[in-house]
């Protein structure tokens, strides 16, 4: 079955600056690629996708990269804000068929002022 | 009107109980899938449910069973209650092979004391 990796765990950027969250996924026939935020006591609510004829896509402060050669995603967000303090998780699923999402275990996203 | 809608919102219980949770999708989704969310926040599927198959984690104890009375429903009973069985449980949906993703409800804690 797939197997999502992600990191870091933790990260701790100033407001204003850049973060980028990387997960890498095994299973070569996996074309979704969802990133889902999280805030404390919430559902997961989807932000951004990417499907694997993408390499790339942005909304607003937000972006994901995908690189299927290296089984690779990462997710950009600039310009950070106090309000994107969450937990982040990507995902993966070959789609198709009824097999869900494989979630990577999440980055806890810090915000400093 | 909430797309996936779950109850209990908690729901507290002791050792050795029966306990079900209900989930209801209004988005003519196909598919309807649970999700355990541990103390991690690590999101893993247990179950995934259409008309035509129903997928099944293998690390799933078969004390925990889906019951879908009809398309836009996918009950999650589970039997004999272990303190290890606390954690919040998503239900989700999505429609196979469409351009959107997958929408949670917004959990069921469940305390098992």
């Known amino acids: 079955g797939e197997n999502v990796e992600q990191h870091p765990s933790t990260l701790s950027v100033q407001e204003g600056d850049s973060a980028v969250i990387k997960c890498t996924y095994s299973d070569s026939a996996s074309n979704y690629f969802p990133w889902y935020k999280q805030e404390l006591g919430k559902r997961p609510q989807l932000i951004i996708d990417i499907r694997s004829n993408v390499g790339e896509k942005k909304d607003q402060r937000i972006a994901v990269t995908l690189n299927k050669t290296a089984k690779h995603f990462s997710l950009h967000i600039t310009e950070t804000q106090p309000e994107d303090s969450a937990v982040y998780f990507c995902a993966a699923t070959p789609g198709g068929g009824a097999d869900g999402l494989t979630f990577g275990k999440g980055t806890h996203l810090i915000i400093q002022p | 009107d909430t797309a996936v809608s779950q109850t209990p919102k908690y729901l507290v219980t002791q050792m050795g109980n029966d306990k079900s949770i209900k989930c209801e999708q209004n988005?003519?989704?196909?598919?309807m899938y649970w999700y355990k969310q541990d103390s991690k926040k690590f999101l893993k599927i247990m179950f995934s449910?259409?008309?035509?198959?129903?997928?099944i984690n293998e690390t799933v104890p078969n004390r925990f069973s889906p019951k879908s009375p009809d398309k836009a429903h996918l009950n999650l009973h589970i039997n004999s209650l272990e303190l290890g069985d606390s954690a919040v449980y998503f239900c989700a949906s999505s429609q196979i092979g469409a351009n959107y993703g997958y929408t949670f409800g917004s959990g069921t804690r469940l305390t098992v004391v």
């Open positions: 449910y259409n008309n035509k198959e129903l997928i």
């Open positions: 988005l003519g989704h196909d598919t």
